[in-house]
């Protein structure tokens, strides 16, 4: 039996006691009410130890409508449902303790705010925002509240209400999240982007960088608005800026330099060279064979591999190496093109998690800027 299980059952059995020794107290003759009361508990219990959650939960509402108390057993016995995966059950017991008119308010709270995790988790998204929002009317200054909804709001692609939602959170706990604001602005500055809507974009862009310089996304927001409307050296100093302030990402932008010719023919190709001999960094050197090869031609990229004679120092590096200039019929270099293909590049710094390509906020445990290059590949 699970200790969750387990824990319910003494739960209910301090509830039973307490429901048996009271009328003593007053009367020493138990009145037949009070068997009323004891019997659906009882009932439920047993249910539950015999793997009946439906019979369970039809006896449990009968016993919560008639004692407060039991509301208790009810919260976990929602708990337990949740835990298990078994979001209607969890509604349902939730919902059911919501509509008794005799729910202490303290009691109200917690119901509300356990209903809105199990739409959460269940996956209703836009029901839970409504649930959370109902704490917060409640209580407004409800951190949970106010995390669990920024979460959602950021899992939907809703960057104002997030950024709203953050800027609450941070008067309540009375700190500083500007480095999460800034990437909340840069999300809503590559969303402008892509809609082609420039202005706002550099007005996110520049926002989110006085809040985080080091905002990778961005700056190159920042960068692709100079190379959109011919702005070299603005360009060049967004790269060197990027350079200086994050450069694990800056291999990142070197497709967008290739991007605009002209800008990578006069000063872009130069700028990364200029890089590449200064610092000698190997993540540089793989990415622009790989843009190259990309986006031009595996004879650009070998001519390039030829002036930056660069040479793998690890597997994971020789194998990136392979992927772009094996010969296509070598069954080595099919197999690097097949593991490049698959293979984890980031690593979460704080759950660990893995994943392909880049990403601003970790999928796993939602935090932002976490996500760093793999160096080398674990045998
Ligand atoms: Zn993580």
Request: charged share 25%; proline share 4%.
């Amino acid at each position: 039996m699970n200790t969750l299980l387990l824990a319910i059952v003494a739960a209910a059995l301090v509830v039973l006691v307490a429901l048996l020794l009271r009328p003593m107290q007053h009367d020493e003759q138990p009145q037949p009410e009070e068997d009323e009361r004891v019997s659906p508990l009882l009932r439920g219990i047993n249910y539950l130890l015999s793997d009946k959650p439906d019979l369970a939960l039809q006896e449990m509402v009968q016993v919560a409508r008639l004692r407060s108390e039991a509301a208790d057993v009810y919260m976990a016995l929602g708990e337990m449902f949740r835990a298990k995966g078994e979001f209607g059950r969890a509604v349902r017991i939730h919902q059911n303790l919501l509509a008794r008119p005799d729910l202490p308010k303290s009691m109200h709270l917690q119901a509300s705010l356990a209903l809105a995790t199990d739409f959460q988790m269940g996956g209703l998204l836009d029901r839970a925002l409504v649930q959370y929002q109902k704490v917060l009317d409640m209580q407004s200054d409800h951190a949970g509240a106010l995390e669990a909804s920024l979460r959602i709001r950021e899992q939907s692609r809703e960057w104002q209400a997030a950024e709203e939602l953050l800027s609450r959170l941070e008067r309540v706990r009375n700190c500083s999240y500007s480095s999460h604001r800034a990437y909340l602005f840069s999300e809503m500055a590559r969303q402008a982007l892509k809609s082609d809507d420039l202005e706002t974009a550099a007005a996110d862009a520049a926002r989110a960088l006085e809040l985080d310089p080091a905002c990778a996304p961005a700056r190159m927001v920042e960068i692709d608005l100079a190379l959109r409307s011919g702005r070299a050296d603005d360009a060049a100093q967004g790269l060197t800026l990027l350079w200086e302030q994050a450069r694990e990402h800056f291999p990142l932008v070197i497709p967008l330099l290739l991007a605009h010719e002209d800008f990578y023919r006069e000063r872009g190709e130069a700028l990364l060279m200029q890089l590449w001999q200064a610092h000698g960094d190997s993540e540089l050197a793989l990415a622009w064979l790989e843009a190259l090869a990309a986006r031009r031609s595996v004879a650009e990229a070998e001519a390039l591999q030829a002036r930056l004679q660069f040479s793998p120092a690890s597997l994971r590096e020789s194998l990136r190496l392979h992927a772009v200039l094996g010969e296509a019929d070598d069954p080595h270099s099919r197999f690097a093109r097949q593991w490049r293909k698959t293979a984890k590049n980031y690593a979460c710094e704080s759950c660990g998690v893995e994943v392909v390509e880049v990403r601003w906020q970790c999928p796993q445990c939602h935090a932002w800027g976490t996500l760093h290059p793999k160096s080398e590949e674990k045998i």
